[in-house]
């Protein structure tokens, strides 16, 4: 049951992520780019305050800003750079080059958010794993480059 959650919830952010890439794909001519990534920064925050009210948990919310400030302020940092970033990766090199943040992706979540910060597990299949997605970057730019 674990692993088919991992999955599921990774296929939800994974398709979550697929729509995002074609939206910033198709809008990249419209002038402005970064204001179509501000409303659907919005969309987003609409949709997500929707799905909590009708969660009906009973909350507070100066509560939760107050323990968890820094970490919301972090990451919504973290959501800010990864817009821009997505729009600036999408809009210049293609969906293509969504490989690039995934495999960089991998490499700094996993290391410096998992690793470092959260004190995560970390063993000969974690480091094999990097490897290979550092290998596939190597291969996807020698790709890029080749002209056959």
Known sequence: ????????FALIAAVGNAMFAAGQKKTSDSGNSLIIVGLSALACVILTFIVILLSRKN???YQIIKANWIWILVSGFGLFLTYVGFNLLYSGFGASG???YAV???????LIVGVIIF??????YHIISVGFSIAAI???????SSSG
Do not use: C, Q, V
Request: charged share 10%; hydrophobic share 45%; aromatic share 18%.
């Open 1 to 8: 049951m674990k692993y088919s959650s991992i999955f599921l």
């Open 119 to 124: 004190k995560e597990t970390f063993n000969i």
């Open 98 to 100: 969504y490989i690039y």
């Open 138 to 144: 190597i291969l996807f730019t020698i790709g890029n």
């Open 59 to 61: 909350i507070s919310l």
């Open 104 to 110: 960089l992706s991998i490499i700094t979540t996993s």
